[in-house]
């Protein structure tokens, strides 16, 4: 088992679901040990909402939406 899990951005400040049918929602890698998303070089939006889902193990497979760029090339290396 990893620590690092499946996130998806779940909503803005705004209160705005981000994605509702699943076709907008980023998908990103998220460590559930030490708090943080590993491959986001500079951190992550405040402004934004997460969603950990910590079933899912990364790298997300089955999951609707696209890959954090970031997250995929972080995973990559």
Known sequence: M??????LEA???SGLLRGAN?????VHAY???AGRFPFHPRGHDHQIVYDVRP???????GVSGR???DC???SLA
């Open 72 to 74: 995929e090339r972080g």
């Open 11 to 13: 909503d803005d400040t």
């Open 67 to 69: 890959t954090c760029p």
């Open 2 to 7: 990893t620590n690092l899990k499946t996130a």
């Open 31 to 33: 460590d559930v040990e």
């Open 55 to 61: 079933e899912l193990d990364w790298p997300a497979r």
């Open 22 to 26: 699943a076709s907008g929602i980023t």
